[in-house]
């Protein structure tokens, strides 16, 4: 029930009640900060509370909360103008910029890019792309993989316990284990693309293993698939390159991107040739469009985060400090931490050790997250900017909410 607003200040509904009332929630228990600022590291709440943010938003802010030169390319942006006409039409200096700085650094086959507002469009663009170029309709995605939650994505989903109560979803889809090379021969020519995590993320952050990205590389190559990366979570420096399927060593046809692109702003983009992208430009005309994509100041804002990655060397330290993490995140209730870069799941030996863990590393001023397909595990991705000594911090107070459930909930 909607709460009516009061004659007098002393009986106004808080910011918490004008939230629960006017906000639409996802689920029943929010985290509830009450935010009032952000900068670097941290999180500040309208209650003088300061958060030690461990998480970045779920791998956006991998540049810490509002980065100087994302914030001056922002302003400059501002002042020459927002919006002018539906994505494609017109030429616009700050998207041809992030363009051509970003293709520059990636594989010559990747060469054009399509805005977006978010990830999960950024798949359905490819979803499309691959269709309309393949002439086919056959889709495959591993289990236990996340997409987006728009329909389409929602239907490379293989969790259905979930989806179920959004059918029907799209037909034509198939999955396979990730990790698992038996299951390839399911890609054949009917496929128009296979769509994967370079590291599986939701699941529990799993990477690839005995080259498996490559054995799907040369199976899309071999029936004519298109090979679609979702390094939505693992762009931007996360994993401890630019970009995980460098880490990896493959080069896929379609590459979707977001979360960090922007360094805190909505922006996506799914990347790939000239020869490919051209395919949604006639039948029919219009293939896919959209209205806000490419946005000017999300654009500026994405060219100030690539930049402040490249040249303020942010990228090469990941694996040391991913290293610190794994060297001292050791207890007994700790069974292990997988990881790629700064993108980690710490595995708990046993379930009921996780919601009292996170709930004690929140006690104390810091910021994890759940995964959506594990729970025995919480994420920690930390903006690629903490120094050793907040690595350092960030282990102790993980290590004293391990003890903490220990010695309240072991046995």
């Not at 996802?26 to 509830?32: E, K, R």
């Not at 650094?105 to 999960?120: C, H, I, P």
């Not at 990366?229 to 977001?258: M, N, S, W």
């Not at 907040?390 to 391990?402: G, K, S």
Request: charged share 20%; hydrophobic share 40%; proline share 4%.
């Amino acid at each position: 029930m909607a709460i009516k607003l009061a004659k007098n200040t002393e009986d106004m509904p808080s910011k918490r009640q004008l939230f629960l009332s006017h906000v639409a929630q996802t689920s029943d228990f929010p985290l509830m900060l009450e935010v009032e600022k952000a900068d670097g590291m941290y999180i500040y709440t309208s209650n003088g509370d300061r958060y030690f943010d461990l998480n970045s938003g779920i791998s956006v802010s991998s540049l810490g909360h509002r980065h100087p030169t994302v914030m001056a390319a922002i302003q400059e942006q501002l002042d020459k103008h927002l919006h002018t006409m539906v994505y494609g039409e017109h030429i616009q200096h700050a998207q041809i910029a992030f363009a051509k700085k970003l293709t520059g650094l990636l594989d010559d086959s990747l060469e054009s890019v399509y805005y977006f507002m978010s990830g999960t469009e950024a798949v359905e663009g490819a979803m499309k792309l691959a269709k309309r170029y393949t002439g086919r309709h056959q889709i495959i995605s591993c289990s236990n993989a996340y997409h987006g939650s728009t329909q389409g994505a929602e239907s490379l989903r293989s969790d259905h316990e979930y989806s179920r109560a959004f059918l029907p979803l799209l037909p034509g889809i198939s999955h396979i284990t990730f990790n698992d090379a038996s299951e390839l021969d399911q890609i054949n020519h009917n496929t128009a693309c296979v769509i994967l995590e370079p590291v599986q993320a939701e699941a529990g952050v799993h990477p690839p293993v005995n080259n498996y990205l490559q054995k799907v590389r040369a199976r899309c190559s071999e029936v004519g698939a298109l090979m679609v990366l979702d390094e939505i979570q693992t762009g931007f420096g996360r994993t401890g390159r630019l970009f995980a399927h460098e880490k990896y060593e493959v080069v896929p046809d379609v590459l979707c991107i977001g979360k960090a692109m922007g360094g805190g702003m909505p922006i996506a983009a799914m990347v790939s040739s000239l020869e490919i992208m051209k395919s949604l430009q006639k039948n029919p005309m219009l293939g896919h469009i959209t209205t806000f994509g490419g946005h000017p100041v999300s654009c500026a804002a994405a060219l100030g985060n690539l930049t402040a990655l490249l040249e303020e060397n942010i990228i090469t330290p990941v694996l040391e400090k991913e290293k610190v993490f794994l060297d001292k995140l050791k207890h007994p209730i700790i069974k292990e931490v997988r990881s790629s870069g700064l993108m980690m799941a710490v595995e708990l030996t046993k379930r009921k050790f996780l919601k009292h863990v996170v709930a004690h590393i929140i006690e104390q001023k810091a910021i994890v997250d759940y995964f959506l397909f594990n729970d025995r595990s919480f994420r920690l991705a930390p903006p690629l900017i903490i120094s050793l000594e907040q690595v350092d911090e960030a282990c102790e107070i993980i290590l004293t909410a391990c003890e903490y459930a220990e010695g309240r909930y072991g046995g």
